[in-house]
């Protein structure tokens, strides 16, 4: 039975592509379109052609309508602003999601602020001088605001917003069921680590490869697998040829769902030192951490970012100061002796974060 409401999702990212605010606007209209509202999308082409896009969409329960990004990026915005014009009266709510449809919905005179929804994930909330106000100002045209963390929400605490909601990022049950804990004895004697995200100085890959040496020292045979799109990969390549640990890391690219899950199953802990950029770019929560749980994988996060929501810490793994070499590695062997407590725990914890539950919580907002 339909909704009566309708919702329009106005994304800056949107799969097939990867993007945490794309799977998360992507999972957001699903769930709400199989509870019954009315669920259409703007997004972007992001693929060359457009022909990923166009088989993801078809396959989709919703409307999707996209805007291809262009080497003039000012045709991609006006683009952009024509398809939101054309949709946006005839919706009951607008979410926004990501630095431009944040400004594009919160600065529109012409839309009432009880359609306005907002979104915020981190970095675009994160940003400095003209852009910083531009957001402060479109920030206070929203109904409601959601933030994906406690730490995104504090980095808006000086506009202090009373319609503010913290509510975490979700993820779907894993396809492959997390094993069993497994006993000390059947295991490697070496943890194999696993970070999963854009290769990038804000994912923190460069810090685990810088602490690998020390690590090496306890565990000699210690491997390290990186996923994710390999965007600044030649730089890290480069600096771990220099320390001399090149032959313990594997940086396996883009990769198939299917086929991260799998790398995640042979992993042993899950690893994200992420860091906040002299550009404002900070790590909102974390999801792909919960994934990891979700399959049995304790987790090793950074403090000071949105890390610190998805990590019980003690339970689920443990929280280090990024560039804390020393604190990386005791945060290393003290889950490794404790393995299959952790790894228990990590399951557990995961669990709260499913979509089934996240969902309920939006759909309290969207229903007041």
Same mark, same amino acid.
């Given at each position: 039975?339909?909704?009566?409401?309708?919702?329009?999702?106005?994304?800056?990212?949107?799969?097939?592509?990867?993007?945490?605010?794309?799977n998360?606007?992507?999972?957001?209209?699903?769930? +709400?379109?199989?509870?019954?509202?009315?669920? @259409?999308?703007?997004?972007?082409?992001?693929?060359?052609?457009?022909?990923?896009?166009?088989?993801?969409?078809?396959?989709?329960p919703?409307?999707?309508?996209?805007?291809?990004?262009?080497?003039?990026?000012? &045709?991609?915005?006006?683009?952009?602003?024509?398809? *939101?014009?054309?949709?946006?009266?005839?919706?009951?709510?607008?979410?926004?999601?990501?630095?431009?449809?944040?400004? +594009?919905v919160g600065?529109d005179?012409?839309?009432?602020?009880e359609?306005?929804?907002?979104?915020?994930?981190? /970095?675009?909330?994160?940003?400095?001088?003209f852009?910083?106000?531009?957001?402060?100002?479109?920030?206070?045209? &929203?109904?409601?605001?959601?933030?994906? /963390? #406690?730490?995104?929400k504090s980095l808006?605490?000086?506009?202090?917003?009373?319609?503010i909601?913290?509510?975490? #990022?979700? !993820?779907?049950k894993? *396809?492959?069921?997390?094993?069993?804990?497994?006993?000390? =004895?059947?295991?490697?004697?070496?943890?194999? +680590?696993?970070?999963?995200?854009?290769? @990038?100085?804000?994912?923190?890959?460069?810090?685990?490869?810088?602490?690998l040496?020390?690590? +090496?020292?306890?565990?000699?045979?210690?491997?390290?697998?990186?996923?994710?799109?390999?965007?600044?990969?030649?730089?890290?390549?480069?600096?771990?040829?220099?320390?001399?640990?090149?032959n313990?890391?594997? &940086?396996?690219?883009?990769?198939?769902?299917?086929?991260?899950?799998?790398?995640?199953?042979? /992993?042993?802990?899950?690893?994200?030192?992420?860091?906040?950029?002299? @550009?404002?770019?900070?790590?909102?929560?974390?999801?792909?951490?919960?994934?990891?749980?979700?399959?049995?994988?304790?987790a090793?996060? =950074?403090?000071? =970012?949105?890390?610190?929501d998805?990590?019980?810490?003690?339970e /689920?793994?443990?929280?280090?100061?990024?560039?804390?070499?020393?604190? !990386?590695?005791?945060?290393?062997?003290e889950?490794?002796?404790?393995?299959?407590?952790?790894?228990?725990q990590?399951?557990?914890? =995961?669990?709260? !974060?499913?979509?089934?539950?996240?969902?309920?919580?939006?759909?309290?907002?969207?229903?007041?």
């Amino acid at each position: 039975m339909k909704n009566s409401k309708k919702i329009l999702i106005l994304t800056s990212e949107f799969p097939p592509q990867p993007g945490g605010i794309g799977n998360h606007a992507y999972h957001l209209a699903f769930q +709400l379109q199989q509870k019954g509202y009315q669920i @259409t999308v703007i997004a972007d082409i992001r693929s060359k052609d457009g022909n990923e896009e166009r088989v993801f969409d078809a396959a989709l329960p919703f409307k999707v309508y996209r805007a291809t990004r262009r080497k003039i990026i000012l &045709f991609t915005y006006l683009r952009r602003i024509w398809i *939101y014009k054309k949709l946006a009266g005839k919706q009951s709510i607008i979410i926004a999601s990501g630095k431009f449809p944040l400004w +594009l919905v919160g600065l529109d005179p012409f839309l009432s602020k009880e359609k306005k929804y907002v979104v915020i994930h981190g /970095s675009e909330v994160n940003l400095q001088g003209f852009y910083k106000k531009l957001t402060d100002i479109a920030l206070q045209g &929203f109904n409601q605001i959601v933030a994906v /963390s #406690n730490f995104t929400k504090s980095l808006v605490h000086n506009l202090k917003l009373k319609n503010i909601h913290v509510i975490p #990022n979700g !993820f779907m049950k894993p *396809y492959i069921k997390p094993e069993k804990a497994i006993k000390k =004895s059947q295991r490697n004697s070496f943890p194999i +680590l696993i970070t999963v995200g854009n290769v @990038t100085e804000r994912k923190g890959q460069l810090n685990v490869i810088k602490a690998l040496p020390q690590l +090496l020292k306890s565990y000699p045979d210690v491997q390290y697998h990186i996923v994710g799109i390999p965007t600044e990969q030649p730089v890290f390549e480069k600096s771990a040829s220099e320390l001399k640990v090149l032959n313990c890391i594997t &940086f396996h690219g883009n990769v198939s769902e299917e086929k991260k899950q799998q790398l995640l199953h042979e /992993s042993d802990i899950f690893v994200m030192l992420s860091n906040s950029t002299a @550009t404002g770019d900070v790590e909102g929560f974390g999801i792909a951490i919960l994934e990891a749980n979700a399959l049995g994988l304790p987790a090793i996060g =950074s403090m000071h =970012s949105g890390i610190s929501d998805a990590i019980k810490e003690g339970e /689920s793994g443990r929280l280090v100061p990024s560039k804390d070499m020393d604190a !990386f590695v005791k945060a290393i062997k003290e889950i490794w002796v404790d393995y299959d407590r952790y790894q228990v725990q990590a399951v557990a914890w =995961s669990k709260q !974060f499913n979509w089934s539950i996240i969902i309920k919580k939006y759909m309290a907002i969207l229903n007041t």
